[in-house]
């Protein structure tokens, strides 16, 4: 064996304790995880409120055949509640109101959903209206923000 200088020595032990990231590389990634897990979890809640305006629409939806099946049976303004369209009063998140159809021109708010148990939309409403050519329109208040609604809602 050769002996070592002292330097040799030295320069060796240093290569030897340094090891691992700085405690500034380690801050960097967290700080990334950090902004990506806030950039993931606003896009979560986007997500997931879209699909409770959608759950809102389908239901609603399901009103339309039995509201025409009414019309064509000549059914009197006792039939168009959602009791004699044979669907519930409410759900998780609507309670339902039914208008009889106008004589001529639009019915507005034909069948219309006001919104429970989403306390970012407490309240507000979604409504299919119909025309007199058997047409449908779904129509929303205007404090539930257009990117919730599907593109028929907005």
């Known amino acids: 064996m050769t002996a070592m200088t002292m330097s040799e020595t030295t320069q060796n032990r240093h290569l030897v304790t340094q090891s691992g990231f700085t405690l500034i590389e380690l801050l960097i990634v967290v700080a990334i995880i950090g902004i990506l897990a806030a950039i993931s979890t606003l896009s979560y809640q986007t997500q997931i409120r879209k699909t409770h305006i959608m759950i809102v629409y389908k239901e609603i939806n399901h009103f339309r055949l039995p509201y025409q099946t009414l019309i064509a049976e000549g059914a009197g303004v006792i039939g168009f509640s959602p009791s004699g369209l044979n ?10 109101s039914v208008t009889a159809p106008a004589v001529s ?43 919730y609604l599907p593109r028929t809602c907005q």
């Open 87 to 96: 669907i519930p009063a409410q759900t998780k998140y609507c309670q339902f």
């Open 105 to 147: 021109g639009v019915t507005t708010d034909a069948v219309k959903c006001t919104i429970q148990n989403l306390p970012y939309i407490e309240g507000q409403s979604i409504s299919l209206d119909r025309a007199a050519n058997g047409s449908w329109k779904c129509r929303a208040s205007e404090g539930i923000p257009t990117a």
